[in-house]
């Protein structure tokens, strides 16, 4: 069974601060996908990268994908109060399979 | 266009009963897929429907089960329930089989089971 850890599980951090969140497997995905989940809903897609060392740009995001498409991290620049929500990563191997989930990272930006 | 629909969105059950829940997926979506999302374990997949076809089928017992209609809306029953059955239950529809396209999740259904 293909696991994701993410780390860490819990984040609370002060608007304005930047942070890191980390996805971390033993196996190799043919891509990797992010997704945020606020409350009450279900979580939105983010943003796909596909090849080892991949960086994407979100606005004030940044996702990387690992040089052995192994792990992953979501960089957030100078966050705000409506970045709060769970961040969830989730790994696709190649066919028909069903995508991995990371448990995700509960990120709380206080003002 | 409208976005994936899932009902009951709240519910509340005892042991041993049954549930049936609804998902209408985004017109024109012919993929459904269920997961079982709880603090401890995270989103699990159940399984995924395309075309009236069930394609892939999660680690869960026979009592959780589901089909999907010719009009692509889904439904997953859980019978004889647990108390750790107790979750969110998401859907989430794509255009093709789970391949390669992306999915669109619900907002859910919360089932507590008492």
């Known amino acids: 069974t293909q696991l994701l850890e993410q780390s860490p599980q819990f984040l609370s951090i002060q608007e304005g601060e930047n942070l890191t969140v980390y996805c971390n497997s033993s196996s190799v995905f043919s891509s990797l996908q992010w997704y945020r989940q606020e409350p009450g809903e279900g979580p939105v897609l983010l943003v796909t990268v596909v090849t080892g060392g991949e960086v994407k740009k979100l606005k004030r995001l940044t996702f990387q994908f690992g040089d052995a498409r192994k792990d992953s991290s979501l960089h957030i620049t100078a966050a705000q109060p409506g970045d709060t929500g769970l961040y969830l990563c989730a790994g696709k191997n190649s066919g028909n399979t069903p995508l991995v989930f990371g448990k995700g990272t509960r990120l709380s930006v206080i003002a | ?114």
């Not at chain 2, 394609?55 to 209609?69: E, I």
């Not at chain 2, 107790?86 to 619900?106: E, R, V």
Request: proline fraction near 4%.
């Open chain 2, 1 to 114: 266009k409208a976005g994936v629909t899932q009902t009951p969105r709240y519910l509340i059950k005892t042991r041993g009963q049954q549930v049936t829940l609804s998902c209408s997926p985004i017109s024109g979506h012919r993929s459904v897929s269920w997961y079982q999302q709880t603090p401890g374990q995270g989103l699990q997949f159940l399984f995924e429907y395309f075309s009236e076809t069930q394609r892939n089928k999660g680690n869960f017992p026979g009592r959780f089960s589901g089909r999907q209609f010719s009009n692509s809306r889904s439904e997953m029953n859980v019978s004889t329930l647990e108390l750790g059955d107790s979750a969110l239950y998401l859907c989430a529809s794509s255009l093709g089989h789970l391949g390669g396209n992306t999915i669109y999740f619900g907002e859910g259904s919360w089932l507590t089971v008492v």
